[in-house]
T-cell receptor, first 115, second 111 residues
Framework: DGGITQSPKYLFRKEGQNVTLSCEQN?????MYWYRQDPGQGLRLIYY???????QKGDIAEGYSVSREKKESFPLTVTSAQKNPTAFYLC??????????????FGDGTRLSIL | QKEVEQDPGPLSVPEGAIVSLNCTYS??????FMWYRQYSRKGPELLMY????GNKEDGRFTAQVDKSSKYISLFIRDSQPSDSATYLC???????????FGSGTRLQVQP
C-alpha cells in the first residue's frame, strides 16, 4: 500500500526533553515536508527537503531539527528549545518529476503534548 | 494580513444542501490551487487540484478559481453527513517551496 506513515500517533514530552517524530513514505517522492497545525491557524511550514542530505527552514523552524539521510525518511526532532510544542504535526511528500506541479500528500499526523 | 483568508465557520447545513466554501488570497503569483478535506485527528486528504482560472468538476465537488478577483471556491452538491470535516484551501506559485494554507472551514452536515 503506497502512502506516508507517521509514528507515533500520540507523543508526550517532558520538560527539557527532545523527542523525534517519524515520517516514512514509499511513494518514491523527492520532496518531503513538515507542518505544524494549531487550532484556527491552518498549517505552518517547519522544514522541507527536496533531495537527500539537503533541507531548508520553513516559516517556524526555531526549536526544531530534521535530517534526510534516505529518500523515504524525514524525521523531525522537537528540541527542548521549542517552548510551545503542543500541536498536531503533519508530514507531507510530493513528486518533483517532469510533469507539472504535483500536489502534496499527507500522513495522518502525530499529536504531541507536554506532560 | 494573512496571505490566504478563509472563514473558520463552523458552517452547519442540512443533508442534501449545496455547500459553498471560499478563500481569498493576496499573492497574484499563485497559480495552483488545492482543496483538502481533513477529518478529526487525521491528515488532510486532497480533494481537488486546479491550475490557473476556471472550473473543475469531480462527482459532487466543483472547484472554481477566479484569479482576477483572487478568489477560489469549492461547491459540494447533495451534501452528506460524511462530508462533515474541515476543508482547507491551499495554493502555490510555480517555484515556491511549499503550499500556503488557509486556516480551514469546519463544515457540519446535519442528517
Amino acid at each position: 500500500d503506497g502512502g506516508i506513515t507517521q509514528s507515533p500517533k500520540y507523543l508526550f514530552r517532558k520538560e527539557g526533553q527532545n523527542v523525534t517524530l517519524s515520517c516514512e513514505q514509499n511513494l518514491n517522492h523527492d520532496a518531503m515536508y513538515w507542518y505544524r497545525q494549531d487550532p484556527g491557524q491552518g498549517l505552518r511550514l517547519i522544514y522541507y527537503s527536496q533531495i537527500v542530505n539537503d533541507f531548508q527552514k520553513g516559516d517556524i523552524a526555531e526549536g526544531y531539527s530534521v535530517s534526510r539521510e534516505k529518500k523515504e525518511s524525514f524525521p523531525l526532532t522537537v528540541t527542548s528549545a521549542q517552548k510551545n510544542p503542543t500541536a498536531f504535526y503533519l508530514c507531507a511528500s510530493r513528486d518533483l518529476g517532469t510533469r507539472s506541479n504535483q500536489p502534496q500528500h499527507f500522513g495522518d499526523g502525530t499529536r504531541l503534548s507536554i506532560l | 494580513q494573512k496571505e490566504v483568508e478563509q472563514d473558520p465557520g463552523p458552517l452547519s447545513v442540512p443533508e442534501g444542501a449545496i455547500v459553498s466554501l471560499n478563500c481569498t488570497y493576496s499573492n497574484s503569483a499563485f497559480q495552483y490551487f488545492m482543496w483538502y478535506r481533513q477529518y478529526s485527528r487525521k491528515g488532510p486528504e486532497l480533494l481537488m487540484y486546479t491550475y490557473s482560472s476556471g472550473n473543475k468538476e469531480d462527482g459532487r465537488f466543483t472547484a472554481q478559481v477566479d484569479k482576477s478577483s483572487k478568489y477560489i471556491s469549492l461547491f459540494i452538491r447533495d451534501s452528506q453527513p460524511s462530508d462533515s470535516a474541515t476543508y482547507l484551501c491551499a495554493m502555490t506559485d510555480t517555484g515556491r517551496r511549499a503550499l500556503t494554507f488557509g486556516s480551514g472551514t469546519r463544515l457540519q452536515v446535519q442528517p
